[in-house]
Nanobody, 122 residues
């Protein structure tokens, strides 16, 4: 059974850093997509980045420079390092997985974690 689980959220002050982890279990190969998303209260879900089976990462432009995504294929783990955090980064952060790892539109993400809360205070 495929399962996705996030960890690493917490409360930090403005300018602080956090590193989130997402473990995808139950996959039998590296050929699946993984992605980070977030959703703030009252807001629509926002895409952060997508990871492909070949090592490529496609980050959303607005997060480049502060957010870094990486993936450890041996550990089936996707990471999100966030630096210089701001209060408007406060949200529930979700990890998702699915698809074949080569083509990763949003609709292939059918396995979602429960989310990990990130709160940034001023």
């Amino acid at each position: 059974q495929v399962k996705v689980e996030e960890s690493g959220g917490g409360s930090v002050q403005t300018g602080g850093s956090l590193k989130l982890s997402c473990v995808a279990s139950g996959f039998t190969s590296r050929y699946y997509c993984m992605g980070w998303f977030r959703q703030a209260p009252g807001q629509v879900r926002e895409w952060i980045a997508t990871s492909y089976h070949d090592g490529n990462i496609n980050p959303a432009d607005r997060f480049q420079g502060r957010f870094t995504v990486s993936r450890d294929y041996d550990k089936n783990t996707l990471y999100l390092e966030m630096d210089n955090l701001r209060p408007d980064d406060t949200a529930m952060y979700y990890c998702a997985a699915g698809g074949n790892g080569a083509v990763c539109p949003s609709r292939v993400f059918d396995k979602w974690g429960q989310g990990t809360q990130v709160t940034v205070s001023s």
